[in-house]
């Protein structure tokens, strides 16, 4: 078994990394963890694609929800 229970949309990837205290509310709310959590590949090429993403800020997503 995987260990994934939720898959997130990019919407909420996004706002998660811009610090939206809802999300964070979510988060909590859910209990949710990083290790648990997972995009799919339609996400992924929708967040990591965009062409104005900084190094840093691609580090970053890479570290709130992990592939």
């Known amino acids: 078994m995987s260990g994934i229970k939720y898959l997130l949309d990019t919407c909420f990837v996004i706002q998660w990394h811009a610090h939206n205290r809802q999300i964070f509310e979510i988060i909590k709310w859910y209990h949710l963890r990083a290790d ?13 694609g965009f062409q104005g993403i900084t190094d840093k800020a691609e580090r970053e997503l890479h570290f709130c929800c992990p592939i």
């Open 36 to 48: 648990e959590c997972a995009y799919s590949d339609i996400a992924y090429a929708e967040v990591f």
